[in-house]
C-alpha cells in the first residue's frame, strides 16, 4: 500500500509561481510512476504531467508545457510539481497520484491518490 501525502497549494496571482510537493510512504519508489492531475469545479479530472520515477522521465499537457517541471528527490521519495507563470485557468484542485511501471495519462490508471490540495489563481 502506497500513500501519497501532498502540501504546497495556496492562493496565488496570475504571473506568480507556486511549488507542490508529494511525498511517498514507501522505501522504494523506482517502479513507479508519479502522476499529477488536476479537478476545476464541474470538469472532468484531467492530466498535468508525470515522471517515471527510475529513469526521471517526464511528461506534460500541452497546456502546462513550459511552465510547470515535474522533478523529484529520490532520497526523500517526493516529487515536486513547480508551477511558473500561472494562470487563472490553472485554478484547480491538484492531484498526485502513483501506478506502477508503465506512464499514462489516464487517471483511471493510477491506483493510489494523494489527498489533493487547492490551488487558486486570482486575476
Known amino acids: 500500500q502506497v500513500q501519497l501525502v501532498e502540501s504546497g497549494g495556496g492562493l496565488v496571482q496570475a504571473g506568480d509561481s507556486l511549488r507542490l510537493s508529494c511525498a511517498a510512504s514507501?522505501?522504494?519508489?523506482?517502479?513507479?510512476?508519479m502522476g499529477w492531475f488536476r479537478q476545476a469545479p464541474g470538469k472532468e479530472r484531467e492530466f498535468v504531467g508525470a515522471i517515471r520515477w527510475f529513469a526521471s522521465t517526464t511528461y506534460y499537457a500541452d497546456s502546462v508545457k513550459g511552465r510547470f517541471t515535474i522533478s523529484r528527490d529520490n532520497a526523500k521519495i517526493t516529487a515536486y510539481l513547480q508551477m511558473n507563470s500561472l494562470k487563472p485557468e490553472d485554478t484547480a484542485v491538484y492531484y498526485c497520484a502513483a501506478r506502477q511501471y508503465t506512464y499514462s495519462a489516464d487517471y483511471k490508471e493510477y491506483r493510489y491518490w494523494g489527498q489533493g490540495t487547492q490551488v487558486t489563481v486570482s486575476s
Open positions: 514507501v522505501r522504494t519508489f523506482s517502479t513507479y510512476v
